[in-house]
């Protein structure tokens, strides 16, 4: 269900809240999100509520020694290629065109 939000800024519309996220995250198992900052804490548990509800995951990370780190999670161990990792160095002046290829839907984490 979405509600009216308010930000710093004035009015936010369609703010959804996480008691009802999984109802929009269930999805055909074909469906890729792209999840940016894959990394940090609040995203590698939306990662993996989307891993759970059969997406497949592709995360952004700022280097590839940081996606192995997070492969390596024991959550994530048993989702195999259903989770990958493209290399955005730069979240400011990086460029996210190949990340967002082939993707169904962004959650975007990253700061």
């Known amino acids: ?24 995250i269930v999805m055909p198992s074909s469906k890729t999100v792209l999840v940016t900052g894959v990394s940090g804490f609040i995203a590698t548990h939306v990662a993996l509520r989307f891993l759970e509800n059969g997406w497949n995951v592709r995360g952004t990370v700022r280097s590839e020694d940081k996606g192995k780190k997070v492969a390596e999670l ?23 065109s190949e990340a967002v290829k082939g993707v169904d839907a962004v959650a975007h984490t990253a700061r």
């Open 1 to 24: 269900m979405s509600a009216q939000g308010t930000s710093p800024f004035g009015p936010v519309a369609n703010v959804h809240t996480y008691s009802n996220l999984e109802q929009h």
């Open 74 to 96: 024991p959550c994530f161990k048993s989702y195999g290629d259903k989770l990958s990792f493209t290399v955005v160095e730069d979240l400011v002046s990086g460029d996210f």
